[in-house]
């Protein structure tokens, strides 16, 4: 990923924002303060790790009560969100991006997907060979990011387009590592890697537990 322009490590804010969900779902239930440990737990991390990270965006907290939950989500949301909404296009609407649509536009938060492209017009009302089209949309709804669910053979030729639209952060979710100049933050998920990586350890775990018996 492209190097951040603030001082917050990348990890740092991943956290902040798996962070800001489990307090939304605390909040919902009731639950007006939680302590570090607390959500250390349920992230799988040390409660230190926690009280950096909070600290680290200058958070501070009555220990004795723990965290006020609402009060850090508002914080968080400072740290996190922009002060307008920030508008996607997402580029493929195969099962993949209709569902990433589906997930984005029901969560509430600061980021909406407003257009969608493929190279199929029957899927959407635009096309991605129509690339004119792409980037005065972007003008037209004010774009800043997209998300990049196309077929894997089709994103390398979208490269130039995204970069000529003037958009600022690419989400890649095909197995082809995208790159881009410095100034366009860019985030390549390859799901087949992840998965890969979570069965490899699942056979060493496996050929470790037969070792044993």
Do not use: C, W
Request: glycine content about 8%; cysteine-free; hydrophobic content about 40%.
């Amino acid at each position: 990923m492209a190097s951040l322009t603030n001082a917050i490590p990348e990890k740092t804010i991943e956290r902040l924002s798996e962070y800001r969900r489990t307090l939304l779902a605390s909040h919902k239930q009731g639950i007006t303060h939680i302590f570090s440990h607390v959500l250390a737990g349920i992230h799988g991390i040390t409660a230190v790790q926690v009280r950096r990270d909070l600290m680290l965006i200058g958070f501070s907290s009555d220990t004795k009560k723990g965290y006020d939950v609402q009060v850090l989500i508002e914080y968080i949301s400072r740290i996190l969100d922009s002060p307008s909404q920030m508008n996607i296009a997402v580029l493929g609407m195969g099962h993949l991006g209709q569902a990433i649509t589906k997930y984005f536009n029901g969560k509430g938060l600061k980021l909406k997907i407003t257009a969608a492209f493929d190279v199929d017009p029957g899927k959407v009302g635009k096309t991605i060979d129509g690339m004119d089209t792409f980037e005065e949309v972007v003008e037209d709804k004010d774009i800043s990011i997209v998300i990049v669910s196309s077929p894997t053979q089709v994103a390398p030729s979208l490269v130039v387009p995204i970069i000529n639209a003037g958009i600022r952060g690419v989400l890649n979710f095909t197995s082809t590592p995208l790159n881009f100049p410095q100034g366009i933050v860019v985030e390549n998920y390859d799901i087949t890697t992840l998965l890969e990586k979570v069965a490899y350890f699942v056979k060493e775990n496996e050929e470790k537990n037969s070792s044993n018996t």
